[in-house]
């Protein structure tokens, strides 16, 4: 059973391109959470997508946005990229149930991003 | 808004050493805690999640605690090991859809 995929793996990218992160949730799971973790802190939430719907959003700017297709993947895309986006990217997956998350949201490798 | 601090920063201890992670979160509305392991550049690994209506959870030689209402948990390590060393992060989660909100870490390294 193959877990939370990401890719790519590592991306150098200079300030004011764009970029496109992926991922892959875990069998059986249909909601997926993105989130930024730079050198030294913890992640902070990006946000969430369940039904290919944005359903909860942290404190970003709108240049990063994001979408989920039928199959529950999902893209993570930041336009008009600055140094200060240079982080990894951490994607996790979890099972919406009708009371909630189903308890644990598993967590890819994540994708780490160099903006020059 | 929540807020959650992980004291302390970095620990260096010696193989065998028993050792206490503590964590502590600002707003003790919480759906559940979680403690993460991290390697260096990698993803998270869960390790323990604790329910609100929980005292604690173990699992070999890790043992969590809540305290909800002081806002605290203790993440206690028995007899470290060399490959225990990694970053450790504690988060809280809000309400069963809400996302986690994460501590900045305890860089843990224990010597042979």
């Known amino acids: 059973d193959a877990g939370v995929t990401q890719s790519p793996t590592h991306l150098i990218k200079t300030r004011g391109q764009q970029v496109t992160l992926r991922c892959s949730p875990k069998s059986g799971h249909d909601t997926v959470s993105w989130y930024q973790q730079a050198l030294g802190q913890g992640p902070q939430f990006i946000f969430q997508y369940y039904e290919e719907e944005e359903r909860q959003r942290g404190n970003f700017p709108d240049r990063f946005s994001g979408h989920q297709f039928p199959n529950y993947s999902s893209e993570l895309n930041v336009n008009a990229l600055l140094l200060g986006d240079s982080a990894l990217y951490l994607c996790?997956?979890?099972?919406?149930?009708?009371?909630?998350?189903?308890?644990?949201?598993?967590f890819g490798p994540g994708t780490r991003l160099l903006v020059l | 808004k929540q807020e959650v601090t992980q004291i302390p920063a970095a620990l260096s201890v010696p193989e065998g050493e028993n050792l206490v992670l503590n964590c502590s979160f600002t707003d003790s509305a919480i759906y559940n805690l979680q403690w993460f392991r991290q390697d260096p550049g990698k993803g998270l690994t869960s390790l323990l999640l604790i329910q609100s209506s929980q005292r604690e959870q173990t699992s070999g030689r890790l043992n969590a605690s809540l305290d909800k209402s002081s806002g605290r948990s203790t993440l206690y390590i028995a007899a470290s090991q060399p490959g225990d060393s990694a970053t450790y992060l504690c988060a809280v989660s809000g309400s069963g859809y809400s996302t986690l909100t994460f501590g900045k870490g305890t860089m843990l390294l224990v010597s042979p």
């Open positions: 996790a997956s979890s099972l919406r149930l009708a009371g909630g998350l189903k308890e644990t949201q598993y």
